[in-house]
């Protein structure tokens, strides 16, 4: 068995292995299989791992191949986030609620790594509904973090960055509402991008809060998420918010993201924005010390650093946390015992079974997210909270409309500390929901963002530098990260703890 390429191998790499018959995707699939089975009990990665239905892939995979029929992703594995539904698999977005659901129908990403020739490894762990910043809430139980591994991963995608942390998989799809890819990635020392709200559709994947929910990718590299974007990305007409966009290569700015770019200064031209509000109280000094070393980095390659503001960006969390609790409420009413899912197996009327399906149902940070959520959108408190938020999230847009004036991009840290210890923040839920501080901005204002390893700090814990572009902004801050991951090793660190 060809065992050397899981740790490691590029997207590209294993592509070009497979057109050379050095492996087949057969090969490729279970070695892959026999390490999910070697090590995923210690970090619970994945929920779901059906061998026989990934190695028909792979079989259907090889056939392509011997046609000649090989694109980027042919015969190669993705893990997915157990948030997109896939036909034939169980699809329960880490809650009892979904325990017996097996998906009728494929999810738009999940059709187009199908159409890709891709592989189904298994579906990711995920905090139930993908709420919560450290994928403890789960049904299936906490993800662990492979850097130590009693710290959590992040989340609510954890699972699927600890699949690609630990090479389980290549490279992994997940969910960003605010933070979810991002946040996750920078705690495993992943590569995660959130795009422009609208280029990837929501249609099959298990909504959370509509207005902020979106697809995004994990891999080892900047590059390896340029190859993510050009399959996931495109216009479906089954998602209203589905962006009707000519198609792009998201690749083409690796090699010079910026006009006036040089052969020994590549960004140079490149503006970077630096906003005072994320390097103040409550970020902690190891991640500072990461982040400002990353910056460093950039400038040597040619890049300005611009002081900017984002004067509204302290009040991201609490509109956040009354914007996205209320589409929640929201969204989570369809899950009532009656067509799909769990139900209660003793209630005496069908108000009884509603009330005893969802208190069983659902675990506890979906219901505390419900409650609110509830009680913000209710008569006589929807104007003071939820009209306010929206109002807020308005004056955070409007902020990075004029921040990207004076810059074109926008770097910080991914998350003010670096993992912390299980259990520590299941206590205080308010904590958990500041570690979301730098993230959720780009969500409310449906901006692309990314986080990429930038270095090490306490406990050798990963640290993220947290990128923000402009709209339709992807390949350029790709080509951002590509350049400094050429001068830069910390994406190609793997842990030792589960090697």
Known sequence: MKDDYLTGATLTELSSALAA????????????L?????VNQTLNAFITV????????ARAADARIARGELGPLTGIPIAHKDIFVARGWPSTCGSQMLANFVGPYDAHVIDRFNAAGAVNLGKTNMDEFAMGST???SWYGPVRNPWHTDHVAGGSSGGSAVAVAASLAPAATGSDTGGSVRQPAALTGTCGLKPTYGVVSRYGMVAYASSLDQGGPFACSAADLAV????????????????????????????????????????????IGIAREHFGPGLDADVEAAIRAALDALTALGARLVDISLPTSPMSVPAYYVIAPAEASSNLSRFDGVRYGYRAPEYTDLRDMYCKT??????????????IGTYVLSHGYYDAYYLKAQ???RLIADDFTQAFKACDVIASPAAPTVACRLGAMTADPVQMYLNDIYTVPANLAGLPAMSIPCGFGNRGLPVGLHVVGNYF?????LGVAHQFQGVTDWHRKKPEEVA
Do not use: C, H, W
């Not at 026999?34 to 070697?38: S, V, Y």
């Not at 059906?50 to 892939?57: E, F, G, I, K, V």
């Not at 006009?259 to 020994?264: F, H, L, P, V, W």
């Not at 902004?473 to 801050?477: F, G, L, T, Y």
């Open 50 to 57: 059906d061998p026989a239905q990934s190695l028909a892939q």
């Open 21 to 32: 018959k050095k492996i087949s995707s057969v090969e490729l699939i279970k070695a892959y």
């Open 473 to 477: 902004s992807e390949a350029q801050m």
């Open 135 to 137: 994928s403890e809430s």
């Open 228 to 271: 993510m974007m050009n399959v996931m990305a495109g216009f479906d007409a089954r998602d209203s918010t589905s962006l009707d966009r000519p198609p792009e290569d998201y690749s083409r700015s690796l090699g010079a993201p910026v006009a006036t770019a040089t052969a020994k200064q590549p960004l140079a031209g490149l503006r």
């Open 358 to 371: 969802r208190a069983q149902g659902f675990g506890p940070e979906v219901k505390r997210r419900i409650l």
């Open 34 to 38: 026999n390490r999910i089975a070697a």
């Open 391 to 393: 109002k807020v999230r």
